[in-house]
T-cell receptor
Framework: RKEVEQDPGPFNVPEGATVAFNCTYS??????FFWYRQDCRKEPKLLMS???SGNEDGRFTAQLNRASQYISLLIRDSKLSDSATYLC????????????FGAGTRLFVKA | EAGVVQSPRYKIIEKKQPVAFWCNPI?????LYWYRQNLGQGPELLIR????????DSQLPKDRFSAERLKGVDSTLKIQPAELGDSAVYLC???????????FGQGTRLTVV
């Protein structure tokens, strides 16, 4: 089992739709969680941190479920510009600090 | 404020040749990372620096890869000799401290032929 797993998609949604991605992690001692966005042939860009209490930034909501070991990203009112690959990141300090990226979930928003 | 700067953006070399990448992190960021990203995959950590100390190089193929971060600011990553399988995007990132969100440079797309 991979340490961080994401559904590769692609998710194809119409403009205005609500879409959600999950990311599961295997290390229960993981400490910090992030979502990044990566456009085609571009570098990853930090989208938001994921806090235990949840985190909302405009149309984006991130949540953490420690009991089931997953984080989620919800995008409301999808825009064409939301089309990208969304990478989850899990960090922890078990046996040394580690940062692990998921392989990403591809999202296509269509007009 | 300037972001993470990397050069070159693209590099094409023949196998067995050396290649070097340069990174200038965001000012004040103590932690610097080098990642390698292959198509369809997430970035994989090669090495992490805290100031000038390499604190995690467990994933760096030390027979051919080397890195340095002199004075705890700029960093270089070198491959010698390059192999066909080294073709990838090499990303540099920095963060204020280890564990905080990281910011990436535009990457160097390496093609080994």
């Amino acid at each position: 089992r991979k340490e961080v797993e994401q559904d590769p998609g692609p998710f194809n949604v119409p403009e205005g739709a609500t879409v959600a991605f999950n990311c599961t992690y295997s290390n229960s001692a993981s400490q910090s969680f992030f979502w990044y966005r990566q456009d085609c042939r571009k570098e990853p860009k930090l989208l938001m941190s994921v806090y235990s209490s949840g985190n909302e930034d405009g149309r984006f909501t991130a949540q953490l479920n420690r009991a089931s070991q997953y984080i989620s990203l919800l995008i409301r009112d999808s825009k064409l510009s939301d089309s990208a690959t969304y990478l989850c990141v899990v960090t922890g300090n078990t046996g040394g600090f580690k940062t692990i990226f998921g392989a990403g979930t591809r999202l296509f928003v269509k007009a | 404020e300037a972001g993470v700067v990397q050069s070159p953006r693209y590099k094409i070399i023949e196998k067995k040749q050396p290649v070097a990448f340069w990174c200038n992190p965001i000012s004040g960021h103590n932690t610097l990372y080098w990642y390698r990203q292959n198509l369809g995959q997430g970035p994989e950590l090669l090495i992490r620096y805290e100031n000038e100390e390499a604190v995690d190089d467990s994933q760096l193929p030390k027979d051919r890869f080397s890195a340095e971060r002199l004075k705890g600011v700029d960093s270089t990553l070198k491959i010698q000799p390059a192999e066909l399988g080294d073709s990838a995007v090499y990303l540099c990132a920095s963060s204020l401290v280890t564990g905080s969100g990281a910011f990436f440079g535009q990457g160097t797309r390496l093609t080994v032929v």
